[in-house]
């Protein structure tokens, strides 16, 4: 695997009028439009490209402020680079921190 983290990123509140939702890769990019912050955990932390997985906990705002990311990377890195490279970015400017666990539930 490539480098771990992107060259350069913006994160911005996205524009209160924004309509979509968008996560765009093109070489050497990875542009996301007016998405929470819960729905770009989901993009980073699923497997394959579905965001099938269940996450508790985190501040109120996590499902209600939306943002806009522009992200450059050296190279074209492959959709697990690109989580990868998420991931390190949600560490470093959100504070993220994940804890997996597994839980028992009624079915």
């Not at 480098?3 to 309509?19: C, D, L, N």
């Not at 007016?34 to 770009?40: P, R, V």
């Not at 579905?50 to 508790?56: M, Q, S």
């Not at 400017?93 to 539930?105: A, D, P, S, W, Y």
């Given at each position: 695997?490539?480098?771990?983290?992107?060259?350069?990123?913006?994160?911005?509140?996205?524009?209160?009028?924004?309509?979509?939702?968008f996560?765009?890769?093109?070489?050497?990019?990875?542009?996301?439009?007016?998405?929470?912050?819960l729905?770009?955990?989901?993009?980073?932390?699923?497997?394959?490209?579905?965001?099938?997985?269940?996450?508790?906990g985190?501040?109120?705002?996590i499902?209600?402020?939306?943002?806009?990311?522009?992200?450059?990377?050296?190279?074209?890195?492959?959709l697990?680079?690109?989580?990868?490279?998420?991931k390190a970015?949600?560490?470093?400017?959100?504070?993220?921190?994940?804890?997996?666990?597994?839980k028992?539930?009624?079915?």
């Amino acid at each position: 695997m490539r480098a771990q983290s992107f060259e350069v990123a913006t994160i911005k509140p996205a524009a209160p009028e924004a309509e979509g939702q968008f996560i765009r890769p093109s070489p050497g990019r990875l542009t996301i439009t007016n998405m929470t912050l819960l729905q770009i955990i989901r993009f980073a932390y699923s497997e394959g490209t579905a965001g099938n997985i269940e996450i508790t906990g985190g501040p109120g705002w996590i499902d209600k402020d939306r943002y806009d990311i522009e992200a450059k990377s050296e190279g074209t890195p492959t959709l697990p680079e690109r989580k990868q490279m998420t991931k390190a970015l949600l560490a470093d400017r959100f504070g993220l921190k994940m804890r997996t666990q597994t839980k028992e539930v009624n079915v």
